[in-house]
């Protein structure tokens, strides 16, 4: 089975802090990808990688960054936490031979107060 | 741009029932797929669907990708089928572009 994990299900965070989203898929997977979810927005793509040190702008980049230095794990940074980032994060990883089937982890619920 | 658009956005049902969710989309597919999210948040696969017809046990996905439409079949529904169902497909690179989903609730 593909696992996909991510650090926290709940995160509560102050504006301007620095907060990490770490992401682990232990399938040897090539690509992975960062969305978020909001009510009314859906999910949308932040970032994503399809190698270790690559990385690729998604639809909504602003206010993020990615780290992928190793295989298995994608972190997803916010450099300065704001209000309007409160959402639900999910981490998603797929095989990387063409448009492979994507799994997605639990997710975060994240919090900017 | 590419184009999800799923109906109905809201489904209520007794236990029991069936039902057909509708995913149309703009262009050819390279990747479709089927999720539903629990209460949690959890986006659980049901079926990866560019093209025919799969069943698993009381689901069944069919997409037409030369129509642009795919269809998720719900049989004899169960409370624990409530929930956000999505359609997703692909969009640049191997990214997933997601409609906005169906909300389903069962009751007993």
């Known amino acids: 089975d593909v696992k996909v994990t991510q650090s926290s299900r709940y995160l509560v965070k102050r504006t301007g802090e620095k907060v990490f989203l770490e992401c682990v898929q232990d399938?040897?997977?090539?690509?992975m990808f960062w969305y978020r979810q909001d009510p009314g927005l859906g999910l949308r793509l932040i970032y994503f990688?399809?190698?270790?040190?690559?990385?690729e702008k998604g639809d909504i980049p602003e206010g993020y960054s990615v780290s992928r230095e190793k295989k298995e794990r994608f972190s997803l940074i916010l450099e300065s936490a704001s209000t309007n980032q409160t959402s639900m994060y999910l981490c998603?990883?797929?095989?990387?031979?063409?448009?492979?089937?994507?799994?997605f982890g639990p997710g975060t619920r994240l919090t900017v107060t | 741009g590419i184009q999800v658009e799923q109906s109905p956005p809201d489904l209520i049902l007794q236990e029991g029932a069936n039902s057909t969710l509708r995913c149309n989309f703009s262009?050819?597919?390279?990747?479709l797929q089927w999720f539903h999210q629990n209460p949690w948040g959890q986006l659980i696969n049901l079926f990866y669907?560019?093209?025919g017809t799969k069943q698993n046990g009381r689901l069944s996905a069919t997409t037409v990708a030369t129509e642009r439409y795919s269809l998720l079949y719900i049989s004899s529904s169960q409370t624990t089928d409530s929930g956000v169902y999505f359609c997703?497909?692909?969009?640049?690179?191997?990214?997933?572009?997601f409609g906005k989903g169906t909300t389903l609730s069962v009751s007993s």
């Open positions: 998603a990883s797929s095989l990387g031979t063409g448009w492979d089937e994507q799994y």
């Open positions: 399938m040897d997977h090539e690509n």
């Open positions: 990688s399809y190698d270790v040190k690559m990385k």
């Open positions: 262009d050819s597919v390279n990747n």
């Open positions: 669907i560019p093209s």
């Open positions: 997703a497909r692909d969009q640049a690179g191997t990214a997933l572009i």
